[in-house]
């Protein structure tokens, strides 16, 4: 996909204030402009058709959140929070946060991903 062929497709899906960017590193940012001033990143990658993959799957995620609000954890059946508790030492503000699991492709609670984390990390090492 060329520069000219992303930016039609980025004014096609978010309209006049869609836009594009390109980093040192060859990494393509697709958005918009906020109030004329910032620019909103909506998807990255390492090409343009990356980028607009990444909107896709920013958007599947953001449902899946949606979803796992105020559910039990598939791991320890607790229920995941949205919102940490600011009185909790800081260290364990989190645990109960529904965080994402790429190991296993889902939402589950701070902790378990933590040990998820963990467990690849050492398989990898």
Known sequence: ??????LAEVRRRFGPTGALS???????????IDLGLFFSIEG?????????RDID????????FDEA??????????????KYDPKLPKEKRYLRYPMWTA?????????CAAKAKAAVEEKTA
Do not use: N
């Open 103 to 111: 190991s296993h492709d889902r939402y589950e609670c701070g902790r």
């Open 1 to 6: 996909m060329t520069p000219k062929q992303a």
């Open 22 to 32: 390109t980093r040192r590193e060859g990494i393509k940012s697709v958005g918009h």
């Open 57 to 64: 799957e920013r958007k599947i995620r953001r449902e899946l």
């Open 69 to 82: 609000r105020d559910q039990p954890c598939p791991v320890c059946f607790r229920t995941m929070r949205t």
């Open 44 to 52: 990255e990658g390492p090409t343009w058709e990356a980028a607009f």
